[in-house]
């Protein structure tokens, strides 16, 4: 028995998890590892930020986890076990599991130099990288995302989100993004998809009130007045 993390999965979010990963097949070589470790595995990785290689040694070997990591992203088992459980959440909450609007936004952050296509400029973050897409619903569940280079603006990053998605969320409707989408991005949104699209503009910060010149006394002035009175 090897010691356990605070990112292993609990005997509940197993049971909830295990129905929607992929059976064995019946030919070729079986399996070495319990597909729960693999998870757990992955989990941590995920949660500390380590390398893959640097994967503790009690786990499964590091590029085992990574290959189940990789085809099944490849696969889709990632996004059908999100969407099985975004579902099943928000029933519990009472809401219909499809989602009838939703929330556009993305974030670029830096990467390394190694990437070829997939990392870009983004001019108006300053950032040399990829870029985060996601589209979540109004209880701030991811419903798709997509990474990309850095360098596609978000008028253009939002065809990259919704374009395949569009038939898995038949009842959205509603769409809430900010100035970035405003353009091409809103207009492609509402005549290829039919949604409406809703721009949130930030709110400026007040500026605070400045007093009067004749008002405004320095500190050493008014230590002056109260050492004259």
């Given amino acids: 028995m090897r010691k356990t993390y605070p990112t292993d999965l609990s005997d509940s979010e197993w049971a909830r998890i295990e129905p929607h990963l992929p059976v064995p097949k019946a030919v070729g070589r079986p399996r070495i590892h319990p597909l729960r470790e693999i998870l757990n595995a992955i989990f941590y990785v995920l ?88 589209l979540v619903d109004t209880e701030g569940l991811v419903l798709t995302a997509k990474v990309h280079s850095a360098k596609v603006p978000d008028q253009d990053g939002i065809k990259l989100v919704l374009g395949t998605k569009r038939d898995r969320l038949p009842r959205l409707s509603h769409l809430w993004v900010d100035a970035g989408y405003q353009g091409r991005g809103k207009e492609w949104a509402e005549k290829a998809l039919g949604l409406s699209v809703e721009v949130v503009h930030r709110t400026p910060n007040p500026r605070p009130k400045r007093l009067p010149r004749s008002g405004r006394r320095s500190g050493l002035q008014h230590v002056a007045t109260e050492v004259n009175r």
């Fill in 47 to 134: 949660r500390s930020g380590c390398a893959w290689r640097l994967l503790p040694h009690d786990f499964p070997p590091w590029k085992t986890v990574h290959h189940y990591f990789r085809i099944w992203r490849l696969d889709g088992v990632w996004e059908q076990l999100n969407t099985a459980l975004r579902e099943r959440l928000r029933v519990r909450r009472g809401r219909n599991p499809q989602p009838s609007a939703g929330m556009a936004d993305s974030q670029s952050a830096k990467t390394t130099g190694v990437g070829g296509e997939a990392r870009g400029y983004d001019g108006g973050k300053k950032v040399c990288g990829r870029k985060r897409h996601l």
